[in-house]
Antibody
Framework: QLQLVESGGGVVQPGRSLRLSCSAS????????MHWVRQAPGKGLEWVAV????????YYADSVKGRFTISRDISKNTLYLQMNSLRPEDTAVYYC??????????????WGQGTLVTVSS | SYVLTQPPSVSVAPGQTARITCGGN??????VHWYQQKPGQAPVVVVY???VRPSEIPERFSGSNSGNTATLTISRVEAGDEADYFC???????????FGGGTKLTVL
């Protein structure tokens, strides 16, 4: 049974850092591309970052490039998002999601329930 | 960067057909995916690769893609279909994944 459980969200001051985790079960991260997608309160979905199935490729949205880093620990089957220099506009629910078959064009066929990050002084 | 345009809202009576569009430059050359999101829940894919429906999704959901517009069609709409719907593609020119702005489907 597939499961994705995000953690690490919370309230953080602008300029500070936070690391999100996404623990996967029922499949191995080394088989699928993994994404972070966020949703600001009352807004639409915004893609944040992806790491390819083999870990060789990492891509970021322009809004987070240079501040956020996606990574994974295969031994723990866990995906991470290190978020530095946080801004109020980074406030959102952050979802991790797996792609369907490890290809760049594949849909996101399974999502976690999300973790809320609030950036406020 | 690639832009996907959706109408903010679509309203339809129960039993009727809802069509939600997703516009993009030459979108027919892309694989378009559609997600349904109900309040307080994570998104769920309802159509992928333009027109493929996951086995757990009702046959009432279908997709098409032609020219500059992809369309999600929901036949015999039910109250439970009321949700936000998002289209999504991978933009190979920028290696960015792009979502449309979303369409709120209201069942009258």
């Amino acid at each position: 049974q597939l499961q994705l459980v995000e953690s690490g969200g919370g309230v953080v001051q602008p300029g500070r850092s936070l690391r999100l985790s996404c623990s996967a079960s029922g499949f191995t991260l080394s088989t699928y591309g993994m994404h972070w997608v966020r949703q600001a309160p009352g807004k639409g979905l915004e893609w944040v970052a992806v790491i390819s199935y083999d870990g060789s490729d990492k891509y970021y949205a322009d809004s987070v490039k240079g501040r956020f880093t996606i990574s994974r620990d295969i031994s723990k089957n866990t995906l991470y998002l290190q978020m530095n220099s946080l801004r109020p506009e980074d406030t959102a629910v952050y979802y991790c999601a797996k792609d369907r078959y490890g290809d760049h064009s594949a849909c996101l066929d399974f999502w976690g329930q999300g973790t809320l990050v609030t950036v406020s002084s | 960067s690639y832009v996907l345009t959706q109408p903010p809202s679509v309203s339809v009576a129960p039993g009727q057909t809802a069509r939600i569009t997703c516009g993009g430059n030459n979108i027919r050359s892309q694989s378009v995916h559609w997600y349904q999101q109900k309040p307080g829940q994570a998104p769920v894919v309802v159509v992928y690769d333009d027109s493929v429906r996951p086995s757990e999704i009702p046959e009432r959901f279908s997709g098409s893609n032609s020219g500059n517009t992809a369309t999600l069609t929901i036949s015999r709409v039910e109250a439970g279909d009321e949700a936000d719907y998002f289209c999504q593609v991978w933009d190979s020119s920028s290696d960015h994944w792009v979502f449309g702005g979303g369409t709120k489907l209201t069942v009258l």
